[in-house]
Structures are given as structure tokens and as C-alpha cells.
């Protein structure tokens, strides 16, 4: 069975920061891992899908890259309304979600 | 715009079933185009994706749970439901309903957009 390693659980960030998040497959996964949102009381929002590909309407800010077994989720210059948990998502065996990331404001 | 939404109780005694109904409006379940999928959240935890089925009734689910839970489809009444048997505690979650938009000759599940809201399941005596 496919594993993911999500990291860090959690981190603490300022507004404009940049913040990068991980995600490592147990196995080569191709480019098949999507990123979300999920802010508390709120449905999970996809982000990126295919490691590297805006959804519509997802400010530019989020971006995600890798292949393979390593991937990295990266907000350019935070902002608040950017506090949530972040998952990673794999689709090459059945759905699989990462540990999740949470991220506050310092 | 495809929308949808959960219902069912929020409170399942210890052994019972727990039945959950998400109500599918902008789209067809009837549609080739979809997998119709349920995940959930325990308090504290991550999500964990339950199962997904298809129109015609075909369904993927995570092995963990293979054995307790059932995915079916209502195409009169444009919903699809989930039942899962023999609850515990450690089944109390929000429980979310969501859509995978298949990607022919490629994947049938390869992300889950949109979701609906979400609804607490609790499991207690």
C-alpha cells in the first residue's frame, strides 16, 4: 500500500511569508497527488491538482511541484485568510490523504 | 454549479447503522462523468476517504472499512447514501460527500471537488 508523509504537522508562519509544506509518496507515484484547504467549520477546498496545476479560481500564490515521491506545496506571501490544515491527496492506487499540515499566524 | 449537501442524524447509538443521504443538485447522478464519494474527519484526526460509487452502482472503498460499509446510488431521487454497520465510538467524524470527475483511460478518482458542507455523525449511548 501506498504511504504518504505529510510534514510538518504543523507550522507557525507571518503575514508575507513564504511557507513550503511536503508531501513524500512511499512509492513512485507519478505526478498523481493533489493539495486542499481545510478551514475549520468549512468543506476541504482542492488547490492544486496533478502535483503542479491551479484549480480555477485559486489565487496565484499557491503553487505545488514534484514528481515521483516528493512533492512540495508552496504559499507565496501569506496572507491571514491563508490559516487552515493542508492536505495532500495521492490517486495512483485508491484516494489517499496525508496526515495534513496545520498553519497559524505568528 | 454542481452542489451538494449531507443529511441524515447526528446521533447513532454503539452497534447500530449509521445511514447518511447527500443530495445532489447542478448535475445528473445518472452522469458518466462522476464518481460520487463519501470521506470523513474524526475529531482531531485527518480525512480519510471512505468509498466512491458510480451511477450503476459500482463502488471503490478502503479496506479498512470494506467489510461495514455500503455506497449505493437513488437515481429517482438524485442522491446517493452511505451505510455503515456496526458503529462505534470511533466512528464519530464529520462525514463530507464530495464528487471525482473521472478522467477517461486514466483515473476514475483522481480528486474530490466539490464537497458538500459536511455533518456531524455522533456514536454514543
Known amino acids: 500500500d501506498i504511504q504518504l508523509t505529510q510534514s510538518p504537522s504543523s507550522l507557525s508562519a507571518s503575514v508575507g511569508d513564504r511557507v513550503t509544506i511536503t508531501c513524500q509518496a512511499s512509492?513512485?507515484?507519478?505526478?498523481?497527488l493533489n493539495w486542499y484547504q481545510h478551514k475549520p467549520g468549512r468543506a476541504p477546498k482542492l488547490l492544486i491538482y496533478?502535483?503542479?496545476n491551479l484549480q480555477t479560481g485559486v489565487p496565484s500564490r499557491f503553487s505545488g511541484s514534484g514528481s515521483g515521491t516528493y512533492f512540495t506545496f508552496t504559499i507565496n506571501r501569506l496572507q491571514p485568510e491563508d490559516i487552515a490544515t493542508y492536505y495532500c491527496?495521492?490517486?495512483?492506487?485508491?484516494?489517499?490523504f496525508g496526515q495534513g499540515t496545520r498553519l497559524d499566524m505568528k | 454549479q454542481l452542489q451538494l449537501r449531507e443529511s441524515g442524524p447526528g446521533l447513532v447509538r454503539p452497534s447500530e447503522t449509521l445511514s447518511l443521504t447527500c443530495s445532489v443538485s447542478?448535475?445528473?447522478?445518472?452522469?458518466?462523468?462522476?464518481?460520487w464519494g463519501w470521506i470523513r474527519q474524526p475529531p482531531g484526526k485527518g480525512l480519510e476517504w471512505i468509498g466512491s460509487?458510480?451511477?450503476?452502482?459500482?463502488?471503490y472503498k478502503t479496506p479498512s472499512l470494506r467489510g461495514r460499509v455500503s455506497i449505493s446510488v437513488d437515481t429517482s431521487l438524485n442522491h446517493f447514501s452511505l451505510k455503515l454497520r456496526s458503529v462505534t465510538a470511533a466512528d464519530t467524524a464529520v462525514y463530507y460527500c464530495?464528487?471525482?470527475?473521472?478522467?477517461?483511460?486514466?483515473?476514475?478518482?483522481?480528486?474530490?471537488?466539490?464537497w458538500g458542507p459536511g455533518t456531524l455523525v455522533t456514536v454514543s449511548s
Open positions: 491527496q495521492q490517486y495512483d492506487g485508491l484516494p489517499l
Open positions: 464530495a464528487v471525482s470527475t473521472i478522467i477517461p483511460r486514466r483515473a476514475n478518482l483522481p480528486w474530490f471537488d466539490p
Open positions: 512509492q513512485d507515484i507519478s505526478h498523481f
Open positions: 460509487v458510480y451511477y450503476n452502482n459500482n463502488t
Open positions: 496533478d502535483a503542479s
Open positions: 447542478g448535475a445528473s447522478i445518472v452522469s458518466s462523468s462522476y464518481y
